[in-house]
């Protein structure tokens, strides 16, 4: 098998659109024992994928085994063949970046393929984007440099507003110094660490959308985390205090809100809040 393989050259183009099919349908229908790493390795000869040889034979194998395997089986296989991570070795170098991966894959139908990638390259930036943020902010960076930073990874990443906002609170939590089980000392850190980087929320949360997106995420993680359970009401007044949780938001969160975890529990421990909001307004 080795030997045909790198000898792509010396075949037509429907032989070897043939010898793509049948080497697909051997892992497909278990037809044979070979590793994976023994069909897809060879290929990664210079020559034949500066030609386009490679690309050529690898799209009719994905369009083969496809027919009776799913995406997560093909994803599987490419583990094994330790391709998962370098299916751009499979291009020539012009072609070799995620814009030409998804161009060439989705013009032949593969789109499943192209979702999959284009996924796959999301979650390692916005990965990217939390660990430099975590260390900004355990550093105390100044809070202008953070938001640079974070603007910078969402021109980079293009990233949804509502993934930003999502990240922004995890990072500020995760960066909190937690003193063990001294449950005043954590409520003391974590608020302070609310109050410190407030800014940082207030210029992404820009409209009432986000601003419900962020209830509902420090929702759930107050519900998850023993050390916040207490917390959500002085959380969201903080918030409120330091502008970044319009009244109207809170409010909508508090009478509608559709998120049931801890829900009940939360709604009793903000309703004095949202009772004093109410007499401000109609004293207003």
């Not at 000898?7 to 994976?36: C, D, H, M, V, Y």
Request: aromatic content about 10%; some cysteine; glycine content about 4%.
């Amino acid at each position: 098998m080795r030997r045909f393989l790198q000898s792509l050259e010396l075949f037509e183009e429907n032989e070897r659109k043939k010898l793509a099919i049948f080497t697909a349908l051997t892992f497909s229908q278990k037809l044979s024992g070979l590793p994976p790493e023994t069909v897809f390795q060879p290929l990664l000869n210079d020559s034949l994928v500066a030609k386009g040889l490679v690309l050529s034979f690898i799209t009719d194998f994905f369009k083969e085994y496809l027919v009776e395997n799913s995406l997560d089986d093909l994803i599987a296989l490419l583990k094994r063949g330790k391709m998962e991570d370098n299916l751009l070795e499979f291009f020539p170098t012009a072609k070799r970046s995620a814009e030409g991966f998804s161009e060439h894959f989705r013009k032949e139908g593969l789109l499943p393929l192209v979702d999959y990638n284009e996924k796959k390259i999301f979650d390692v930036k916005l990965k990217e984007m939390k660990s430099t943020l975590i260390s900004q902010i355990s550093e105390e960076a100044d809070t202008s440099e953070v938001i640079e930073t974070v603007k910078q990874h969402v021109r980079d990443g293009k990233f949804p507003d509502i993934d930003v906002v999502r990240i922004l609170w995890d990072v500020i939590m995760e960066a909190v110094q937690w003193s063990g089980k001294n449950q005043q000392q954590n409520a003391n850190s974590a608020l302070r660490q609310v109050k410190t980087w407030a800014k940082l929320l207030n210029t992404f949360c820009v409209n009432a959308k986000l601003e419900l997106e962020l209830i509902y995420k420090i929702q759930i993680q107050c519900y998850e985390d023993a050390k916040l359970m207490k917390l959500f009401p002085e959380i969201v007044r903080s918030l409120y205090d330091q502008d970044v949780l319009g009244e109207d938001t809170i409010l909508m969160w508090f009478r509608r809100g559709t998120n049931p975890k801890g829900r009940q529990t939360f709604v009793k421990a903000l309703e004095p809040f949202v009772n004093w909001l109410e007499e401000a307004e109609e004293e207003e």
